[in-house]
């Protein structure tokens, strides 16, 4: 299985910060790689898809970036309704699996 | 599209789980898609459990693969999940899900469905 790590499991930030969040496998993904922003009591919302393309619809403060092993989630200027977990996917090969999600918390 | 969970919210340790998700505003029948399920413990991440394809085909977690079983009825736009000999450690919200056939994540999901494995 291929390993999805994230950093940092939370992050502390306020509104207008500029957050990044890193997320490392533990062999090559290529490009095949999700982020998505998750609520509480709620399923959790792509953002971004194939490392770098951002979902219909949301916000362009979102960026990703990356390959192979290592990818970046950036919010550019944090807003009060990013106060969310953050998760990575990889779809690269199975079993799909997930990054331990990082909370971002004010 | 939308996909909606239901299923018994309580199950008996050993029992087997059984879920239903149906498909709105889009057919079940598409090649372009996998129909998928996901859970989540409790204050935990997301685990992928299997996905099936309209043909039939179908992968799973090789963690869970003797237990799980995913079917598609095409008729109701509906696939469901059954998860045998269950402990309290499959207590977790399960999510159904659409991946994409050439790009395997997750555009729209069901709202969640909570499942607790307790006598």
């Known amino acids: 299985d291929i390993q999805m790590t994230q950093s940092p499991s939370t992050l502390s930030a306020s509104v207008g910060d500029r957050v990044t969040i890193t997320c490392r496998a533990s062999?090559?993904?290529?490009?095949?790689l999700a982020w998505y922003q998750q609520k509480p009591g709620k399923a959790p919302k792509l953002l971004i898809y194939?490392?770098?393309s951002l979902e219909s619809g949301v916000p362009s403060r979102f960026s990703g970036s990356g390959s192979g092993t290592e990818f970046t989630l950036t919010i550019s200027s944090l807003q009060p309704d990013d106060f969310a977990t953050y998760y990575c996917?990889?779809?690269?090969?199975?079993?799909?699996?997930f990054g331990g999600g990082t909370k971002v918390e004010i | 599209v939308q996909l909606q969970e239901s299923g018994p919210g309580l199950v008996k340790p050993s029992q087997t789980l059984s879920l239903t998700c149906t498909v709105s505003g889009g057919s079940i029948s598409s090649a372009s898609y996998y129909w998928t399920w996901i859970r989540q413990p409790a204050g935990k991440g997301l685990e992928w459990i299997g996905r099936m394809y309209t043909s039939g085909s179908t992968k799973y977690n090789p963690s869970l693969k003797s237990r799980v079983t995913i079917s598609v009825d095409t008729s109701e736009n509906q696939f469901s999940l059954k998860l045998s000999s269950v402990t309290a450690a499959d207590t977790a919200v399960y999510y159904c899900?659409?991946?994409?056939?050439?790009?395997?994540?997750?555009?729209?999901w069901g709202q969640g469905t909570l499942v607790t494995v307790s006598s």
């Open positions: 194939t490392a770098s």
């Open positions: 899900a659409r991946g994409g056939y050439r790009a395997e994540y997750f555009q729209y």
């Open positions: 062999q090559s993904v290529s490009s095949w």
């Open positions: 996917q990889q779809y690269n090969s199975y079993p799909l699996t």
